[in-house]
């Protein structure tokens, strides 16, 4: 049975806290895309190295929602956290889930 979005979603946040890009990278297709202000990623493999920048500054990062949503294939999140590392004072993800993935991505947020 395929994943709904909000089991891929889920499963996304515990890639993430595990900081490992290798896990996180398995919840994208192939040919997905992920938008931030600064550029676009295009493919897991540039994904990828999103992830291998940002998550070794994520050590101890606490997280708290303020919102999430989930629409059939769509999740959206608005969140703020921070570290030692990073400080996240406002940011939003959307993702649009296709066939138990992530296909799209977006990201924007207002970072210390």
């Known amino acids: 049975m395929m994943k709904s979005a909000q089991e891929v979603f889920e499963n996304h946040i ?3 806290s595990t900081l490992d890009p290798e ?4 919840d994208y297709a192939l040919d997905a895309v992920f938008t931030t ?6 493919g897991a493999e ?6 291998q ?12 929602t303020i919102k999430q949503e989930t629409y059939n ?4 999140l608005v969140w703020h956290g921070k570290n030692e590392k990073l400080d996240v ?5 959307t993702y649009i889930i296709e066939n138990g ?9 207002i970072i210390q």
């Open 14 to 16: 515990k890639a993430v």
């Open 23 to 26: 896990k996180v990278i398995n």
């Open 37 to 42: 202000p600064e550029r676009t990623y295009k």
């Open 46 to 51: 540039q994904i990828k190295s999103f992830y």
């Open 53 to 64: 920048e940002l998550l070794p500054k994520m050590d101890g990062f606490e997280i708290k």
């Open 73 to 76: 294939h769509v999740v959206y």
């Open 89 to 93: 004072q406002f940011c939003t993800d």
């Open 101 to 109: 993935k992530i296909k799209y991505h977006t990201f924007a947020g």
